[in-house]
C-alpha cells in the first residue's frame, strides 16, 4: 500500500509532538487541532481506510482504542469525556490515507454536523 507521510512520522523521518508509543501504535498531536486536545492514533502497519481492515487486524484496532483511552487518561479529559472518528473516503472528508482515530477533547464538543 502507498506511503503517506504518517509512514514517516512513524520511522521518526519527520518530526511530531508524540504522546504514545508502543510497538504497533503511534500516537501524535494533530498539525492543525480543532480542540485543545487533539491527537492522531495510528497503527504502524500501512492500512489505508477503514475499507481495508482485515478481520484478523481487530485486536489491532482495539489497541488503538486502549491507546485513545490511555491518552486521553494522561491528558486529564476521561470524565469531561471526548470524541473518537475515524474519516473514511471522500464523503469522510478523509485527508490522508493512511487509518487515524483522531481523539478530540478538552472544550464542550457539540452535535455532529452533516455538513
Ligand atoms: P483526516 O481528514 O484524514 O481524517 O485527518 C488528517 C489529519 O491529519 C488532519 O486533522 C490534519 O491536520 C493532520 N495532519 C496532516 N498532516 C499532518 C502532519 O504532517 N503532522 C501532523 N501532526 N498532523 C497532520
Known amino acids: ?38 491527537v492522531l492514533i495510528v497503527p504502524k502497519v500501512v492500512i489505508a ?3 481495508d481492515i482485515q478481520p484478523g487486524q481487530a ?4 489497541k488503538m482504542v486502549l491507546a485513545a483511552q490511555k491518552i486521553a487518561a494522561a491528558e486529564g479529559i476521561s470524565d469531561d469525556g471526548f470524541r473518537l472518528v475515524i474519516n473514511c473516503n471522500q ?8 487509518l487515524h482515530l483522531h481523539l478530540i477533547g478538552g472544550r464542550q464538543l457539540h ?3 452533516a455538513s
Do not use: W
Request: proline share 5%; aromatic share 8%.
Open 1 to 38: 500500500m502507498a506511503e503517506t507521510i504518517f509512514s514517516k512520522i512513524i520511522r521518526h523521518e519527520l518530526p511530531a509532538d508524540i504522546v504514545y508509543e508502543d510497538d504497533e501504535v503511534l500516537a501524535f498531536r494533530d498539525i492543525n487541532p480543532q480542540a485543545p486536545v487533539h
Open 111 to 113: 452535535g455532529l454536523s
Open 59 to 62: 485486536e489491532l484496532i482495539g
Open 91 to 98: 464523503h469522510g472528508c478523509q485527508e490522508v490515507f493512511h
Open 49 to 51: 481506510t477503514v475499507n
